[in-house]
Antibody, heavy 120, light 111 residues
Framework: EVQLVESGGGLVRPGGSLRLSCAAS????????MHWVRQVPGKGLECVSS???????TYIDSVKGRFTVSRDDVQKSLHLEMNSLRPEDTAFYFC??????????????WGQGTMVIVSP | QSVLTQPPSVSGAPGQRVTISCTGN?????????VHWYQQLAGLAPKLVIF???NRPSGVPDRFSGSKSGTSASLAITGLQADDEADYYC???????????FGGGTKLTVL
């Protein structure tokens, strides 16, 4: 059974940085698109960044230039480098796997999430 | 403001049928991109319940069904049970934004 486990969340001051990681079990990690989805407590889901199996990357406008997504297919891991953090980045961050290699397919496996709090 | 529009809440009694709508536009659902649905129980990660408009992942009961037509989609749940009470989200791909987009979510209350 494929599992995703996030780590790296925590409390950080505005302007600070955090690096989130997502460790995957199972095979063929390289074949799937991977995503970071965030959720402000009590609010909806927002796909922050996606990275296709071929390395194609997208970001929502509000994090462009501040967040960097990367993947290591050998280590079966996904990362999100978050810089210049703002209070509005406070949210649970979920790692999710796409059913296929590109971003238009469903997210079939989700991690449990890691909380990021940006506060003075 | 979410790209996909869902009603904030729906409710139904045990055993009843409820539907949750999801409305998009010509750059997502209307461009023939598929719609997917997720169930999020309180305090847990989302779980895929319908993919590619009408398909159920293994383990999801056949009480859950999906449909799509043009720029609209629906999730139907029949034989409503107490443990169906959750938030439900639709998702599609938007080619103008070049990314996946979610609806704002619908809270299902089982009366």
């Amino acid at each position: 059974e494929v599992q995703l486990v996030e780590s790296g969340g925590g409390l950080v001051r505005p302007g600070g940085s955090l690096r989130l990681s997502c460790a995957a079990s199972g095979s063929r990690f390289y074949a799937f698109a991977m995503h970071w989805v965030r959720q402000v407590p009590g609010k909806g889901l927002e796909c922050v960044s996606s990275i296709n199996h071929d390395g194609g990357i997208t970001y929502i406008d509000s994090v462009k230039g501040r967040f960097t997504v990367s993947r290591d297919d050998v280590q079966k891991s996904l990362h999100l480098e978050m810089n210049s953090l703002r209070p509005e980045d406070t949210a649970f961050y979920f790692c999710a796997r796409g059913q296929g290699g590109y971003s238009h397919v469903a997210f079939d496996i989700w991690g449990q999430g890691t909380m990021v709090i940006v506060s003075p | 403001q979410s790209v996909l529009t869902q009603p904030p809440s729906v409710s139904g009694a045990p055993g009843q049928r409820v539907t949750i709508s999801c409305t998009g536009n010509s750059s997502n659902m209307g461009a023939n991109y598929d719609v997917h649905w997720y169930q999020q129980l309180a305090g847990l990660a989302p779980k895929l319940v319908i993919f590619d408009n009408t398909n159920r992942p293994s383990g999801v009961p056949d009480r859950f069904s999906g449909s799509k037509s043009g720029t609209s989609a629906s999730l139907a749940i029949t034989g409503l049970q107490a443990d169906d009470e959750a938030d439900y989200y639709c998702q599609s791909y938007d080619y103008h934004l070049s990314r996946s987009v979610f609806g704002g979510g619908t809270k299902l209350t089982v009366l």
